[in-house]
Nanobody
Framework: VRVVESGGGMVQAGGSLRLSCAASGFVFSDYAMGWFRQAPGKERDFVAVVGSRGGYTYYADSVKGRFTISRDNTKSMIYLQMTSLKPEDTAVYYC??????????????WGQGTQVTVSS
């Protein structure tokens, strides 16, 4: 299993970013996929999930209405469009397959993540 996240950066509050995740080493279209994030000194938290075929999405309350998750099964990629960013969105963002129901990561291995920093 391998995932590679990209697209992070530094933005001002209210700005936007689009994260990407390239996955390999498993049957991508068989899995729900999602994003998690870890802020300094905090645990890694669930952010958003998209179902295996893209028709189902679910978001943490903290990002609902501001973030949009999507996937492209032809490229084994998922994306996270982030708008109206807030300083509290500052974190390292990771992707992983997701177990639906309790929204926990399916695989133990993680990528390197991509840093998102939002300044006020």
């Amino acid at each position: 299993v391998r995932v590679v996240e990209s697209g992070g950066g530094m933005v001002q509050a209210g700005g936007s970013l689009r994260l990407s995740c390239a996955a390999s080493g498993f049957v991508f279209s068989d899995y729900a996929m999602g994003w998690f994030r870890q802020a300094p000194g905090k645990e890694r938290d669930f952010v958003a999930v998209v179902g295996s075929r893209g028709g189902y999405t679910y978001y943490a309350d903290s990002v609902k209405g501001r973030f949009t998750i999507s996937r492209d099964n032809t490229k084994s990629m998922i994306y996270l469009q982030m708008t109206s960013l807030k300083p509290e969105d500052t974190a390292v963002y990771y992707c992983n397959a997701v177990l639906l129901g309790n929204y926990i990561p399916a695989f133990r291995s993680w990528g390197q993540g991509t840093q998102v920093t939002v300044s006020s």
